[in-house]
């Protein structure tokens, strides 16, 4: 948990030095590291705040962190940005309001979204793992060390080790440390730092540092390096809801709100910054939505889904921004370069826009990639049909060749009321699902794990392996009954399934019991 006496001793260990003033521009990165768009535009989760599997005090949580609007709970629990931001520059991604932004790559995890980020393009045949070594593609912070302007004067911090691989500092000439690395700025106060980090053994494993370290690095460095170019990645908010402890996350949400409001009014009482920087901040991954907040991947619905900010020298007051997008983030290099006066072209010589946040475009529309007539059927009641069996499946042909052990009706997509024990089993699904409109439908299904789903005799969704996963496709669906049926199965570690479905008059992630039917 957050340790409140490192900023006390740093306080007490600055010395401000002032420097003589220029007009080449200042640049403040920071990322928080899997912080979803839900929490920073509507504060605390209303299916999460009360939920004592992600809560050690769901009580105490909520009174923390609840409130009736979304303005007042993003505010609470990010006090800084919601009160600074506004008047001062603005904010992209709140889907709620029409603002899209996503990732471009389709890994929908870390080291491919610092790639995207840094680089200015999604390069998944080569980035699509998170393993600590040297991206192939030359990030924009490497560009601008080799400007005159900023050589020497580029420097980073992140908690999590891949991040200084993915951004190339040691090929690219200029100081990072990442997870448990010291200092490249040597005062006592750094010395003490590292040693703390040591001793207490912070942070989540090897690999990763607590942020407060992160932060107590970032504003020595700040006050004795005065870099021109400066990138802090935030992670303690991802490794929370990796731990399913969504009350530390939120706590992790604030605290860190906390470190950027330092890091900005340090900034701003120093005449080298003062009126010469500019701060942008984005995250490199969306999770999932509901319970599933703990997941990301290509499997997790939602885990696509990002934002940016920014604020500053040189950024309008626009505050939160509505009916804009859609945006990428590999639009934050080409916008980092933009800032900065250089001219950056991605690995690949494709370069994106910075981003504008009057910029609007609606995604091309697909095509249906299947369409599906009505069918004959008389539906005796609500509910799906299913047959319960368990083993030590890993397919779902086992399941199905496994003997029944039960059987009978469920009113939805669920494994709770059908379960008789948490691991290794199976269950087979079958029923109509009644659409009241003729239509274009995204159709999606997530499990976990393996299922094979089949519409209308025809297999829709193939996730036939451990793990399962997320996938949508878009259909066109006849007014009328559509048979359904999937085959599931359980190996271990949490299951869950759901059939989701967005189209004409409906936009549910679980199809609801009244449109659910058996024969």
């Keep these: 948990m957050k340790r409140l006496f490192l900023p006390l001793f740093l306080a007490a260990c600055a010395l401000f030095s002032c420097s003589k003033a220029d007009d080449d521009p200042r640049l403040v990165i920071i990322t928080f590291d899997g912080l979803r768009w839900q929490e920073l535009f509507t504060g605390a989760d209303e299916e999460l705040v009360g939920d004592a599997r992600f809560s050690k005090d769901p009580g105490a949580l909520t009174a923390k962190y609840w409130a009736d609007t979304p303005e007042v709970r993003r505010e609470t629990l990010f006090p800084f940005l919601w009160s600074y931001v506004p008047e001062h520059g603005y904010f992209i991604g709140n889907r709620t309001k029409g603002s899209k932004m996503r990732v471009a790559n389709s890994m929908n995890f870390s080291y491919p979204g610092y790639s995207e980020m840094f680089c200015g393009y999604p390069d998944d045949e080569r980035i699509n793992s998170n393993s600590p070594v040297p991206n192939p593609n030359v990030s924009v912070l490497e560009v601008a060390n080799k400007d005159p302007r900023y050589k020497g004067k580029v420097m980073m911090y992140s908690s999590w080790e891949s991040i200084r691989f993915a951004v190339n500092n040691e090929r690219g000439g200029f100081p990072g440390s990442s997870a448990h690395e010291p200092s490249y700025t040597k005062t006592p106060a750094t010395k003490a730092i590292q040693e703390i980090d040591r001793i207490e053994n912070t942070g989540f494993g090897e690999s990763e540092r607590a942020d407060d370290i992160t932060y107590a690095f970032a504003m020595e460095t700040l006050r004795e390096e005065h870099p021109k170019v400066f990138y802090v990645g935030f992670g303690d908010t991802d490794e929370f809801t990796h731990a399913g402890e969504y009350d530390n996350y939120l706590e992790a949400c604030t605290w860190t709100d906390g470190f950027i409001r330092d890091i900005v009014e340090f900034c701003e009482a120093d005449p080298f910054y003062k009126g010469k920087t500019t701060y942008i901040?984005?995250?490199?991954?969306?999770?999932?939505?509901?319970?599933?907040?703990?997941?990301?991947?290509?499997?997790?619905?939602?885990?696509?889904?990002?934002?940016?900010?920014?604020?500053?020298?040189?950024?309008?007051?626009?505050?939160?921004?509505?009916?804009?997008?859609?945006?990428?983030?590999?639009?934050?290099?080409?916008?980092?370069?933009?800032?900065?006066?250089?001219?950056?072209?991605?690995?690949?010589?494709?370069?994106?826009?910075?981003?504008?946040?009057?910029?609007?475009?609606?995604?091309?529309?697909?095509?249906?990639?299947?369409?599906?007539?009505?069918?004959?059927?008389?539906?005796?009641?609500?509910?799906?049909?299913?047959?319960?069996?368990?083993?030590?499946?890993?397919?779902?042909?086992?399941?199905?060749?496994?003997?029944?052990?039960?059987?009978?009706?469920?009113?939805?997509?669920?494994?709770?009321?059908?379960?008789?024990?948490?691991?290794?089993?199976?269950?087979?699904?079958?029923?109509?699902?009644?659409?009241?409109?003729?239509?274009?439908?995204?159709?999606?299904?997530?499990?976990?794990?393996?299922?094979?789903?089949?519409?209308?005799?025809?297999?829709?969704?193939d996730m036939n392996r451990d793990g399962g996963g997320y996938k949508d496709v878009l259909i066109a669906l006849e007014k009328g009954y559509h048979r359904i049926e999937i085959q599931y199965f359980e190996n271990y570690g949490g299951d869950e399934i759901s059939v989701g479905l967005e189209g004409p008059g409906i936009a549910t992630e679980n199809l609801p019991a009244k449109m659910l039917f058996y024969e």
């Design 281 to 461: 901040l984005t995250c490199d991954h969306g999770r999932g939505r509901g319970p599933a907040f703990r997941h990301h991947g290509e499997s997790t619905r939602g885990s696509d889904e990002t934002w940016f900010i920014a604020f500053g020298k040189g950024v309008p007051a626009l505050g939160e921004t509505t009916d804009n997008g859609v945006f990428y983030t590999k639009q934050f290099a080409a916008t980092i370069a933009g800032i900065l006066g250089i001219d950056f072209t991605p690995s690949n010589g494709e370069k994106s826009e910075p981003f504008d946040p009057t910029y609007k475009k609606e995604e091309t529309a697909a095509a249906p990639v299947a369409s599906f007539r009505a069918v004959d059927a008389k539906p005796k009641g609500q509910g799906l049909r299913y047959s319960y069996n368990e083993g030590n499946f890993m397919s779902t042909e086992e399941v199905v060749a496994a003997p029944v052990k039960k059987s009978g009706v469920t009113p939805i997509f669920d494994t709770d009321a059908v379960k008789l024990t948490e691991d290794h089993f199976g269950i087979v699904f079958k029923g109509l699902i009644k659409i009241e409109e003729s239509g274009d439908y995204l159709f999606s299904v997530v499990t976990d794990d393996g299922s094979k789903t089949w519409l209308d005799g025809t297999l829709l969704v």
